[in-house]
């Protein structure tokens, strides 16, 4: 009987369980962008927001970048004039 809730407890956390969908991300991000926090996203070298674009990244989102450093070290540049709003909470940090 013990084994049998213990079962049905884990299905019913199954649905909280589900791990974010992994987003690579690369290059010039160049429109009005949402990274949501449904979402994990991996930088995959410098990504840049361009002059004229928005990068709007909602609270609880979180973005990592690929190993490596020097030439091959991963970030995220806004350029003159591009945007970035981001504010998280103490419950749902960036």
Request: zero cysteines; charged letters at 15%.
């Amino acid at each position: 009987m013990r084994k049998r809730l213990q079962l049905l407890a884990l299905i019913m956390l199954l649905p909280f369980m589900a791990l974010h969908a992994q987003v690579t991300v690369s290059g010039t991000i160049t429109t009005d962008t949402e990274w949501t926090s449904d979402n994990e996203y991996v930088l995959d070298g410098v990504v840049f927001v361009a002059s004229g674009a928005r990068l709007f990244i909602e609270a609880g989102t979180v973005i990592k970048g690929e190993d490596g450093d020097g030439n091959s070290a991963s970030a995220l540049v806004v350029s003159r004039g591009g945007q970035i709003f981001a504010e998280g909470t103490p419950v749902n940090p960036i």
